[in-house]
Structures are given as structure tokens and as C-alpha cells.
């Protein structure tokens, strides 16, 4: 029971960091993966079918594209990232940008192919400007977030970024604190590393970044081994 009351907390208490103060009278407040969905999704399709109108938030209104994801349905690993930016918005997947080809690059250097992982995103509209997601926006997008990863499934989720950190992990952590540790959510493995786009601006990174895959890669490799 107190395991039950410490969750609550930290749930509460990363709510309060991302700015939402009051919840509706009819929302259940637990884990996001914990969420039910009546019927469950069958597919991604399905899923990208359900959100291709959204209107739940705001960003609706300046969008091209819903970016909903990317890769296989079997996907071992999968990468969340923050939003997407211009690139994405434009052609509708994610990680197209410059951001995304430096995770491709990444990837390559760790031997990882990126057609077999699956790529999202916390949010699935793009930002104006590529701002940071507001807490509305995140909240109205985890509903999606939390279907693809109940039918995916993976072994392993790597977050990139503070904002995919702290909303995975359900954590108000910094993201310094957060890296260089295995954590669990759900009998899933969850990684934290830099946001590709964050490396861009601040080279001097790049190699704690390396730390991170080169732990990603040693995972994902011994899983490859037990598969």
C-alpha cells in the first residue's frame, strides 16, 4: 500500500512541475501505462487512423501532418523523442531533420539499424516554432503515447530529451540525474540520453551522448542474444 501512496506522490508532483494544478473529478490518477482502453488498439494503423483528426489540444490548428511514429509493430527498441519539428510536420515522420539525421548517425555508430526500432514522439503535432510542449498539449497526447506502447511493447524505450524523460518516467528529475541508469517502467527498460537536436547546439555533449548508446547498445545487444 505505501508503494501505491509513493507513486501517487511522485505522479502528483510531476503534474504540479509541468504546470497542471487541478484534474478532472472523473479522471482515474494512475500510471499512464496503466490506462485501459476499451476496445485495445489492433494495430498502429489503427491507432494512426483514430488521430489523423485530433483536435484535443490546441496545436491542431497550425499543423500539416500528425507525425504518429515510425518502424515495426515488433520493434524491440523504441526511441521517444519530444515533438516533432518543421521537417517532420511537413512529411508526416518522425526524425527527418537535421535532428533526425544525426540519430541516424548515432545509431550507425552503435551498429543499430534504425528500420528495426520504432521512432515517436510524447506529442504528435509540431509546436509552433518548435517550442517546448505545453502541459496541455502533453497531457491530450499521452492517451496515444501510452496505446503505442501497450501494443508495441518493446523491451527496451530510449528517451531523448528532458521532456520525454520526465513524461515517460512520470519523474520531475533533471535529465543529469536521470542518464547513465537503467530504469523500469512496467517490466519495460528505460533509457535517457541527450535530444538529437540539443546535440546540435551543444557539441561539447556529444560524447556523454556515446556513454549512453554504448549502455543502449550492450542492452539491446544482450537481448538480441536471448531473442
Known sequence: MVDVWEDLLRYLE????????TLPARKNIRRFLDL????????????EEEI???TRCKLHRTRKNIVLGEGPETA???????????DEDLEGRPFVGRAGQLLDQMLNTVGINRSEVYIT??????????RTPQPDEIEACLPYLTKQIKLIRPAIICTLGRVAAQTVLATTSDLGSLRGKIHELDDIKVLVTYHPAYLLRNNSQKSA???????????????CKIS
Open 36 to 47: 485501459d482502453f476499451t476496445p485495445p488498439p489492433k494495430s498502429l494503423a489503427e491507432i
Open 76 to 86: 524491440r527498441l523504441m526511441f521517444i523523442g519530444e515533438a516533432p519539428g518543421k
Open 52 to 54: 489523423k483528426n485530433c
Open 209 to 223: 551522448a556515446f556513454e549512453d548508446l554504448k549502455l543502449l547498445k550492450k542492452l539491446y545487444g544482450d537481448l
Open 14 to 21: 510531476f503534474l504540479k512541475r509541468i504546470g497542471v494544478n
Open 121 to 130: 514522439n510524447v506529442v504528435k503535432c509540431r509546436p509552433p516554432g518548435n
